[in-house]
């Protein structure tokens, strides 16, 4: 049975250069960085000129970034490690109420701890609106934590509107750029955004492995306390392999691959689209089509049971899904859809994700519409 793996928002698959060079990487280079004879020495060298070559991607100074574990220690750190060391200047946060829920939990256990969280609403198309924005910022906003894209919709978010409010106001702003960073052209000095946290396993990099970018500037204490390691703002020795593997993953992402995948992404959509509409079948995306990222297509499927059609592709070789892959096996409705239509509406069990990425083609798309279409 030929296998089809259309949910690249969840996580993407090793692309083989980035497999070699990290097979090379761990039998080669096995110092401690930290260490400093040569074994350390050379492995000091390889995580720097990662880290110089991350950087050059975001057009930041390559001290700007701390390698980490990932997005959701990424998200963790900008959020808490900001609300603690600023409470003296305020204890108000701003983010959006479909956020990954590395960055809702967190938000939820701050107002625990006190803390005055404002979940801007979103339309039934998924996006923002800057007047709620604008009315929610004060004096007393410390940070403003709002994603770069949306993993389960697509949408792109205001950022760069943003960013043009915040820059003479003392909040910090921080992005999570997961989903986004793979296809997105992403400077954050334009976008005056201060923070910024990135996972490899989206990028047809390793699983375990991100960074966080921070601005110059930006005072924050690390979140983890242990070794002086990522000048003493990121505890634990790093992991080399992972991190050489996530700088070749994105030294792939040439502005020209970016606009090729885009263009390749947009026309899997189009073919969707167009033979569901060609079969006569019923169907709504969910999020805005002219503001979105391409690899991600939400649609609801009025009176078929996601839950179902999901098994029923997957007994054919199909993967695709029904939002995050951080809430799979949880009964909870995606909550991206709740608070674009509310919690009552059907559109919350008739809804999929299809996300398109590295090794997809034209055939695979046809094949997966074709077993979609006799499903239905």
Known sequence: MEKIYLDHAATTPMHPYVIQEMTTMMQET????????????IAHEKLETARQLIADSLQVNDHEIIFNSGGT???????????FSRKK??????????????????????????????????????????TDFDEALSDETILVSIMFGNNEIGNLMPIKEIGERLRE??????????????????????????????????????????????????NIPSLLLGGEQEEKRRAGTENLAG???????VKLLTAEEREARSEKYAGFQELILNTLEKEGISYQVNGDLNNKLPHVLNLRLPG?????????????????????ACTAGNIEPSHVLEAMYGEETPILKESIRISFGYGNTKEEVQRFLDVLIQSI
């Open 30 to 41: 096995f110092g401690n960085p930290s260490s400093i004879h040569g074994f350390g020495r």
């Open 73 to 83: 220690e990424g998200d963790n750190t900008a959020i808490l490690e900001t609300a």
């Open 89 to 130: 200047d305020g204890n108000h946060l701003i983010t959006t109420a479909i956020e990954h829920p590395a960055v809702l939990n967190t938000m939820k256990y701050l107002e625990t701890q006190g803390f005055e969280v404002t979940y801007l609403p979103v339309d039934e198309k998924g996006n923002i609106s800057l």
């Open 169 to 218: 106001h003392p909040a910090y702003f921080h992005t999570d750029a997961v989903q986004a960073y793979g296809n997105q052209t992403i400077h954050p000095r334009e976008l005056g955004v201060d923070l910024l946290s990135i996972s490899a396993h989206k990028i047809n990099g390793p699983k375990g492995v991100g960074f966080l970018y921070k601005k110059d500037g930006i």
């Open 243 to 249: 991190i050489w593997g996530m700088a070749q993953a």
């Open 304 to 324: 078929v049971a996601n839950d179902l059609l999901l098994m029923k592709l997957d007994l054919n070789g199909i993967a695709i899904s029904t939002g995050s």
